[in-house]
């Protein structure tokens, strides 16, 4: 691999340039730039013009380290802090402050569910409780008596129903993954609208 030039009476070892062979073995696609910048370096190691595979390789690691380096974390757009329930005789506050847009300060947001609502969820819970987990689609239709997508597409409904199982997760009562799936920890009691 060692070239020797000849110049008017002088020898020069020239060497050729070091290749990373295990960078060179990795699979490539020529999707994105460092991609195509180590295909040209494994094309070029194949014709035996080393100066040039070097090139791409120095190429591809400074496209590689510009790519992990370029990584950030978007702020959030809605701010979300925790939830405080204040229980009322007949109905439950939950309270949430969220940033309305960019920028702005939070504002406390009310959502009021009533033990009535609550305690509909609850019986919903109680009789689907024959399995592991439920699915929050199976408790919303048995709640609303309509298909999962109606009420998953109506905004006000979905939101109440989001709250409730947040408060029931709240009370230890359930495990609410978010995931469309809910866990009884307790047999769910239903909320007694005539106590505080």
Same mark, same amino acid.
């Given at each position: 691999?060692?070239?020797?030039?000849?110049?008017?009476?002088?020898?020069?070892?020239?060497?050729?340039?070091?290749?990373?062979?295990?960078?060179?073995?990795?699979?490539?696609?020529?999707?994105?730039?460092?991609?195509?910048?180590?295909?040209?370096?494994?094309?070029?190691?194949?014709?035996?013009?080393?100066?040039?595979?070097?090139?791409?390789?120095?190429?591809?690691?400074?496209?590689?380290?510009?790519?992990?380096?370029?990584?950030?974390?978007?702020?959030?757009?809605?701010?979300?802090?925790?939830?405080?329930? /204040? %229980? $009322?005789?007949?109905?439950?506050?939950? *309270?949430?402050?969220?940033?309305?847009?960019?920028? !702005? &300060?939070?504002?406390?947001?009310?959502?009021?569910?009533?033990?009535?609502?609550?305690?509909?969820?609850?019986?919903?819970?109680?009789?689907?409780?024959?399995?592991?987990?439920?699915?929050?689609?199976?408790?919303?239709?048995?709640?609303?008596?309509?298909?999962?997508?109606?009420?998953?597409?109506?905004?006000?409904?979905?939101?109440?129903?989001?709250?409730?199982?947040?408060?029931?997760?709240?009370?230890? /009562? %359930? $495990?609410?993954?978010?995931?469309?799936? *809910?866990?009884?920890?307790?047999?769910?009691?239903? !909320? &007694?609208?005539?106590?505080?």
């Amino acid at each position: 691999m060692n070239k020797v030039i000849f110049e008017r009476g002088k020898f020069e070892r020239e060497e050729e340039p070091m290749l990373d062979l295990k960078m060179l073995k990795k699979r490539t696609s020529s999707k994105t730039p460092s991609g195509l910048m180590l295909k040209y370096a494994k094309q070029f190691r194949d014709k035996e013009n080393f100066l040039m595979a070097k090139l791409f390789q120095e190429l591809y690691t400074q496209i590689r380290n510009m790519e992990v380096s370029e990584e950030f974390k978007a702020n959030q757009w809605r701010g979300k802090s925790g939830v405080t329930y /204040q %229980i $009322k005789p007949d109905y439950v506050i939950a *309270i949430r402050f969220r940033k309305k847009d960019i920028g !702005e &300060d939070p504002v406390e947001v009310k959502t009021e569910m009533s033990k009535e609502q609550i305690n509909k969820v609850s019986l919903a819970i109680n009789q689907l409780n024959t399995k592991k987990s439920i699915n929050t689609s199976e408790i919303a239709e048995k709640v609303y008596n309509k298909a999962w997508h109606l009420v998953f597409s109506d905004r006000k409904k979905h939101t109440m129903l989001v709250e409730i199982l947040n408060y029931l997760e709240y009370k230890k /009562q %359930i $495990k609410y993954s978010r995931r469309g799936r *809910i866990e009884v920890l307790n047999q769910v009691k239903l !909320e &007694d609208s005539s106590l505080t």
